[in-house]
């Protein structure tokens, strides 16, 4: 497979992550964490890429999902600052909600880039598990 090739079946798969993202989220109502979680198994359901790949796509679906968030901190801050200007006209209720919802956005992107970092380290551990009990019997 050429450079070009690759390139077209990450993106179409990365896509696909994002679109059972979407779905999960949507329908089951789920958190982030889980809705990726679901989205890697239906990746690796289809067989068309290895743990390795859809490792990597998950990897960078979620540093792009932070540099959104982070992007949307700095928006939400500027916003912050012109809805004080007009907080004689939002009722500090409404002002309460709209922070707890992006405060809860962020937190679960914190958790869910630890829950992927556990992952990714749990499979390197095993691959190597994995190639040690290989060259053992090897040996044998």
Not at 15 to 30: I, Q, R, Y
Not at 90 to 119: C, Y
Request: glycine share 4%; hydrophobic share 30%; no cysteine.
């Amino acid at each position: 497979m050429d450079t070009n090739e690759m390139k077209s079946k990450l993106q179409h798969a990365y896509e696909t992550m994002l679109s059972h993202v979407e779905e999960f989220l949507k329908n089951e109502k789920t958190t982030l964490g889980d809705a990726l979680q679901q989205a890697q198994t239906r990746l690796h359901d289809l067989g068309d890429l290895s743990r390795d790949e859809i490792d990597g796509i998950s990897s960078e679906f979620v540093k792009n999902l932070k540099d959104v968030g982070e992007e949307a901190h700095e928006i939400r801050e500027g916003l912050g600052s012109a809805l004080k200007m007009d907080a004689m006209y939002i009722s500090s209720g409404i002002m309460d909600r709209l922070k707890m919802v992006a405060d809860q956005t962020s937190l679960e992107l914190i958790q869910l880039n630890e829950e992927l970092a556990e992952r990714i380290r749990e499979r390197e551990q095993e691959q190597q598990q994995s190639d040690s009990d290989k060259e053992e019997q090897q040996d044998v």
